[in-house]
């Protein structure tokens, strides 16, 4: 099997090579290629969405991180459900992704928090992410408070801070070609393996 057959195989590798072609394209063109939109639907069958970045990528699933209390991970808690969707307009490249949804490791989401900038962290600790704000400086003054309570020394991951895996369970990749003759090819992960179908655009 020819490198490109194994990648045609596989619609992790698939997704991973484009991804970073879109990391390849001008900024000016594609700002944030790691941006996606992510579904969630509450336990009374609200869907709701938002775009978020994704942070990692392999073969166990797709991995972003959030605040624990925040809507997106409630939802996220109670049906252990989610769908992605990338857009990269430049590549004229649509990807979407079904799947079920657990949490990283404490390690993991250590070892990302440690990465993240300073302001970022801190930011963690401030944002009562999806409460209400009592004054428009409620935030403003939480981030003085943080900054006061860990001073020049190293912010740790809050408790209410860490990551989610969405493991696929089927992977659509969508294609724009003249005269709306898309393509469309849809993975359907069946036990180890993936079974592809090509879709009617």
């Avoid at 089927?170 to 469309?184: A, G, K, Q, T, Y």
Wanted: proline letters at 6%; charged letters at 25%; aromatic letters at 10%.
């Amino acid at each position: 099997m020819s490198v490109a057959e194994a990648v045609a195989a596989d619609p992790i590798a698939r997704f991973t090579a484009f991804l970073e072609q879109a990391k390849r394209v001008d900024r000016s063109l594609l700002p944030e290629p790691t941006a996606f939109c992510l579904a969630t639907v509450s336990a009374d069958g609200q869907p709701s969405a938002r775009m978020i970045l994704l942070k990692g990528v392999d073969a166990s699933g797709f991995v972003f991180y959030t605040n624990y209390h925040s809507r997106k991970a409630e939802e996220l808690f109670a049906t252990h459900k989610a769908a992605l969707c990338f857009h990269w307009q430049p590549l004229e490249v649509q990807v979407r992704i079904e799947g079920t949804v657990s949490e990283v490791s404490d390690a993991e989401a250590d070892a990302y928090f440690a990465s993240r900038p300073r302001g970022s962290q801190i930011g963690a600790w401030a944002s009562e992410q999806s409460q209400p704000m009592q004054h428009a400086d409620d935030l403003e003054r939480r981030v003085a408070e943080f900054e006061k309570r860990f001073g020049a020394g190293a912010v740790p991951r809050p408790p209410h801070w860490s990551g989610f895996r969405v493991t696929p369970a089927r992977i659509e990749f969508w294609r724009s070609m003249p005269s709306r003759l898309h393509v469309r090819e849809r993975y359907v992960r069946e036990g180890r393996s993936w079974r592809m179908e090509r879709l009617f655009p």
